[in-house]
């Protein structure tokens, strides 16, 4: 079993939808929660950073980390098709600079 | 204000070939870490690093590999004699304290 799970997608939508973005994790130890987004071709650009449970929202982006089930969101509202990527979630444990990828979840939005 | 910067942006080696790639890290920046990415996987941690130091290298094979950050010039990750497995592209980040990184835009190795 992979310590992060994440779908890979494709996840088509039209322009304007919520997009709604999921990892589950098996470690408990993890303290620290990053959504990247990756463009083709590109190195992965750091979205969000959330510490422990709770929302933080930016923009037309919000992230939720909900530590009782080990899942962790990202939503985008508005989706622009510029949103077009793979979204990596990540995280590591407190003390440790290691990060733990998902697979990354590959976005398509239409126009 | 210059991101990370990695190069070459492709290297391509034959089978037994070494190959270098350096990693210069954001300007004052002392943290650097390099990761490793094959296709229809996630980004998978190889090593950190601080000036002239070693921190963790837990995800390092634990042969052909090695990298150095000296105190003058790029992170470097070495891997000698290159096998077709070891195509890939390889990420370099880097930090200033504990907060997130910021990668480069990778190097793409290619074993032929």
């Known amino acids: 079993q992979k310590e992060v799970e994440q779908d890979p997608g494709p996840l088509s939508v039209p322009e304007g939808a919520i997009v709604s973005l999921n990892c589950t994790y098996s470690?408990?130890?993890?303290?620290?929660f990053m959504w990247y987004r990756q463009y083709s071709r590109k190195g992965p650009e750091l979205l969000m950073y959330?510490?422990?449970?709770g929302n933080k929202e930016d923009g037309r982006f919000t992230a939720q980390v909900d530590k009782s089930s080990k899942y962790i969101s990202l939503f985008i509202r508005d989706s622009q098709p510029s949103d077009s990527a793979t979204y990596l979630c990540a995280m590591r444990k407190t003390g440790f600079q290691k990060l733990v990828f998902g697979t990354g979840t590959r976005l398509l939005v239409s126009p | 204000n210059a991101g990370v910067m990695q190069n070459p942006r492709h290297l391509v080696r034959r089978r037994g070939q070494e190959a270098r790639l350096r990693c210069s890290p954001m300007?004052?920046?002392?943290?650097v870490y390099w990761y490793r990415q094959l296709p229809e996987e996630g980004l998978k941690f190889m090593v950190y690093l601080q000036k002239e130091n070693i921190i963790d290298e837990s995800g390092m094979p634990k042969e052909r590999f090695s990298a150095e950050f000296p105190k003058e010039g790029p992170s470097i990750l070495r891997i000698q004699q290159v096998v077709r497995g070891d195509s890939a592209a390889y990420f370099c980040?880097?930090?200033?304290?504990?907060?997130?990184?910021?990668f480069g835009s990778g190097t793409r190795l290619t074993v032929v």
């Open positions: 300007k004052g920046h002392s943290h």
């Open positions: 959330t510490y422990s449970s």
């Open positions: 980040a880097s930090s200033l304290d504990n907060y997130g990184y910021t």
């Open positions: 470690n408990s130890a993890f303290q620290y």
